[in-house]
């Protein structure tokens, strides 16, 4: 791991019974970079999202992370407080399924602002101007700001998930398949703000998805995953325009026949 | 010696019989036990039956709790079953509770209140200490008497009504469903679930509307009013055109108050649970309340996340009757589809047994 | 007294298991210690967390007061007054400054308690998140973790919705810098009291088997925004019968057209003032 990594996996095994969902995977991390994983399902990359969060013990291998002070923690020996504390701070988690990770009987801004609350926030006033400044940033009109998810279309649920993630400032922030569900029109406009918020915050995240188009639009890098292992990595537009490996190459020309 | 088919099954439930109609006397040198001291001495399982069999007639309720040996679903399974064969003269109009000859009236939500907290003969107060003095006869010492105050009772709700700070009694649309008629349609209106509270198993009302009480499905609930004692039963019959009095039943009636509905700009109301049960029945007609509210939930606008929320489950699973039908049926013979379990379960487990080990 | 029972109803054993929990709740304020809630002759949810606390650390020469929203003769009070008269005849008072254990339902005496004095409050739901998080397995790991956003996330609904909090009773508190506790169905009005009171306070919650206590001298503040800060209300009256215009008052209903009569809810505190002069009829 070098100095400035700030995610760094080694030999991560993983197996549901007699099913292999990570095989020996490395992988690596740096500031402000988007990494994606891509593959079909049944791949093990939505396995290894997990385990890279923390959701999920791996067999064997280690994942360290570097905390803003520039200390090395593993993540899966750390207390559960800590990972908690983490989770609710400088990381974050967006759910395919907005729903998972939102309160449905909570305003608009209470979502946003529950994070912000949590770290010892205690001025309504400013707590719900910061929560109506991150809906603008997400583009959700602010006087929507005390109505009920349940009013809201699929794509505006997921934008204000990625509110409610993004209000902590967190450096790292997984994503599993982010527009997932949603209608292309829908997506597009999803993935255009998903990149510039990535951008201007500088955030990191490890983004997984089956959807190459995907990849291509928000990564830096990508990692193939074939039933557990990683059969290619590197470079986003260096592996799709000219991959390496078979599979890899399956995808790629499945996607341009699609 | 060559398997012969079992036969006898007719003389086998005979003996069954005679062997029950003996244990249901018990020792016969014990004095039998009397329809008279049931429905006199042991009054709230009487109500209950009552209840839950839908019928009031506390003789009848009695001799079916003698007769089912003191199992009370039991017995009301036996009042049902006997209602069925009554045919149905006229309906009478809704009790008037407000008119009530009050043996209990108590509020929570008010110190005092026109009318007066009234106790009645309740458990409340007592120490739950064995008292063995009543393993031997003795009459208890005349409680003191005082002739009956004359004052009005104004109904608590009504109280918090003239301030309009509970919702409306809500209006009646139409004919109330009435479910020992027809069969439960979803979505079931207000007056059918009453009803099927009315007639359900207090155990389950009573778990649901705790649970309502520790957070699955909260609505903050107090008790508005229990009253309790005789109100008139009135029917018009069409020879005569004007309304008659053919009885009086013992009824408990309970408004809750509850979680308060509106917002900065739509002055809030308390909302209401109701519960309603035959005779002196402080925990059914609680509990019947407590879900009442609960299951309006949806209507109020507030999110359906508990059992005790979910209409279809409760006014689904709430009577016993059916309820122990349905357990106690799996007693019957099922050895033919069994059967077909016995040889799936066989063939699936030859084709594990024959699978090569999965490669790595 | 009746001699069949050992002093205050509980077994010698039951009563070291219940102060040992006493122990570790001081220890620990605000934070809710299991016990083994023993079947009591009062039903669950009637005092009985409150009627074992008392039990376990009361003595023959204490002076006991037992209140139910605040007065000496409710029913409950009689009730559980007479209780501890048949299992441990120790004295019974009906004033608050004679007192050296006070169980109490759903408030505070008006009167400021000294160091030697234990104020046990009587506890329905010992969980401040129950309503939010109904899962106890939920809200255990929420207090281990100081996670307490559900609870912030509720008073930001309510400022949105109603434009303040509408806890009237049982309003959570922080206790101590730490744990988020319920103080009990008192009225919004007494939580101030609890704050660096000099008397010991003891919660016992019965039916749900927990135990909690606030030690003297302990910060207890009731949880709110800057700026809208914890305010604690009463109705804007003076008692009809002594005179105070700044005590916790009960409304009686005299009449069904509206007629009103407001008294002292804490009797004691309303007698001593009327003895002292202060009546009004």
Redesign the interface.
């Known amino acids: 791991m070098s100095d400035d990594t700030l995610l760094s996996a080694r030999g991560l095994t993983l197996r549901f019974g007699a099913v292999p969902a990570l095989v020996d995977v490395d992988a690596e991390l740096w500031p402000g970079e988007v990494l994606a994983v891509v593959g079909e399902s049944g791949s093990g990359k939505t396995s290894l999202l997990n385990v890279l969060s923390g959701r999920c013990q791996p067999q064997s291998g280690v994942v360290w992370y570097r905390d803003p002070e520039g200390r090395l923690a593993d993540v899966h020996a750390m207390p559960q407080p800590a990972l908690r504390a983490l989770h609710r701070s400088d990381w974050g988690f967006v759910h395919q399924n907005p729903r998972e990770n939102l309160r449905m009987g909570v305003s608009a801004g209470g979502n946003v602002g529950e994070r912000l609350m949590a770290r010892g926030a205690r001025h309504y006033g400013s707590i719900r101007a910061e929560a109506i400044a991150w809906l603008a940033q997400v583009e959700i009109d602010a006087n929507r700001v005390d109505d009920l998810p349940s009013t809201f279309s699929g794509g505006m649920l997921q934008r204000l998930q990625i509110a409610r993630t993004l209000v902590t400032h967190p450096r790292l922030v997984f994503m599993d398949e982010p527009t997932g569900g949603l209608d292309v029109s829908v997506q597009a406009r999803l993935l255009d703000l998903i990149r510039s918020l990535v951008a201007r915050l500088g955030i990191a995240a490890v983004l997984v998805t089956h959807d190459l188009a995907v990849a291509r639009l928000l990564a830096h890098r990508i990692m193939v995953m074939q039933r557990g292992r990683v059969v290619e990595a590197g470079l986003t537009d260096q592996v799709l325009d000219d991959p390496q490996h078979a599979y890899t190459q399956l995808l790629v020309s499945s996607v341009l026949q699609a | 010696m060559p398997y012969v088919a079992v036969k006898g099954g007719e003389r086998a439930i005979d003996n069954a019989h005679a062997w029950l109609a003996e244990t249901r006397r018990g020792d016969p040198a014990v004095a039998e036990i009397g329809t008279e001291q049931i429905a006199e001495q042991l009054g709230r399982a009487v109500d209950r039956v009552m209840a839950e069999g839908s019928l009031y007639d506390p003789k009848l309720a009695a001799l079916a709790i003698k007769q089912a040996q003191g199992d009370l679903i039991e017995a009301a399974f036996l009042l049902r079953a006997y209602r069925t064969t009554l045919p149905r003269f006229a309906h009478a109009a809704p009790v008037d509770t407000a008119a009530m000859a009050a043996h209990r009236r108590i509020s929570s939500v008010y110190k005092d209140l026109p009318g007066g907290q009234i106790l009645g003969p309740t458990t409340d107060y007592t120490h739950r200490l064995l008292d063995f003095a009543l393993l031997a006869e003795g009459a208890p010492p005349p409680a003191p008497q005082a002739p009956a105050a004359d004052e009005a009772m104004p109904r608590v709700s009504d109280i918090l009504g003239h301030e309009g700070l509970i919702e409306a009694d809500g209006e009646p649309d139409g004919e109330p469903g009435d479910l020992t008629r027809e069969p439960l349609a979803f979505p079931a209106g207000r007056d059918v679930r009453l009803q099927a509270l009315a007639r359900g198993d207090e155990g389950f009302l009573l778990a649901l509307g705790y649970s309502s009480q520790r957070g699955w499905g909260g609505s903050h609930p107090f008790v508005g009013e229990i009253r309790m004692g005789e109100v008139a039963v009135e029917i018009t019959p069409p020879e005569l055109g004007f309304a008659i009095d053919i009885g009086d039943v013992t009824l408990t009636e309970c408004q809750m108050v509850t979680q308060f509905k509106g917002s900065r700009t739509v002055p809030p109301q308390f909302t209401r649970g109701y519960g309603l049960s035959f005779g002196h029945a402080d925990r059914r007609a609680m509990a019947m309340a407590l879900v009442d509210r609960a299951m309006r939930a949806a209507e109020l606008g507030e999110e359906v996340t508990a059992p005790a929320q979910n209409v279809e489950f409760v006014v689904s699973h709430c009577d016993n009757i059916a309820a122990t039908g349905f357990v106690e049926h799996l007693k019957l013979p099922h050895y033919v589809d069994f059967q077909s379990e016995l040889e799936t379960i066989r063939r699936m487990r030859a084709e594990a047994a024959a699978l090569p080990e999965a490669a790595e | 007294m009746n001699t069949g029972y050992n002093f205050a109803y509980l077994d010698e054993q039951t009563k070291r298991m219940v102060r040992r929990a006493i122990l570790k709740a001081v220890a620990i304020p605000g934070h809710q210690v299991p016990f083994g809630s023993r079947e009591?002759?009062?039903?669950y949810g009637w005092g009985t967390g409150g009627i074992q606390v008392t039990a376990s650390i009361i003595g023959p020469a204490d002076v006991l007061k037992v209140i139910d929203?605040g007065?000496d003769d409710t029913?409950?009070a009689?009730?559980i007054r007479?209780?501890f008269a048949?299992t441990a005849g120790v004295a019974p008072t009906t004033h608050t400054a004679e007192a050296t254990v006070i169980q109490t339902r759903h408030r505070i005496p008006e009167l400021p308690l000294r160091e030697d004095q234990i104020l046990v409050y009587q506890v329905p739901?010992p969980?401040p998140l129950?309503?939010?998080?109904?899962s106890r397995a939920e809200s255990r790991r929420m207090h281990?973790?100081s996670?307490?956003?559900l609870m912030?996330?509720k008073l930001?609904?309510d400022?949105?919705?109603?434009?303040h909090v509408s806890i009237s009773h049982d309003y959570p508190v922080m206790v101590n810098g730490r744990y988020l506790m319920a103080p009990s169905p008192i009225p919004a009005f007494d939580n101030p009291k609890m704050h660096m009171m000099p008397a010991l306070q003891l919660f016992g919650a019965g039916r749900e088997k927990r135990l909690y206590a606030v030690p003297p001298y302990t910060e207890v503040r009731s949880l709110d925004?800057?700026?809208?800060p914890f305010r604690a209300t009463r109705a804007p009256h003076t008692c009809g019968l002594c005179g105070a215009t700044d005590s916790y008052l009960?409304?009686?209903?005299?009449?069904?057209?509206?007629g009103r009569l407001f008294v002292c809810?804490d009797t004691d505190h309303c007698e001593t003032r009327r003895e002292a002069g202060g009546a009004r009829r």
């Open positions: 009591m002759p009062l039903p929203q007065a029913t409950n009689v009730s007479r209780f048949r739901q969980e129950a309503r939010l998080e109904p281990a973790l996670d307490y956003g912030h996330v930001y609904e400022i949105t919705r109603y434009g925004f800057d700026d809208h009960d409304e009686v209903v005299l009449d069904d057209r509206g809810s």
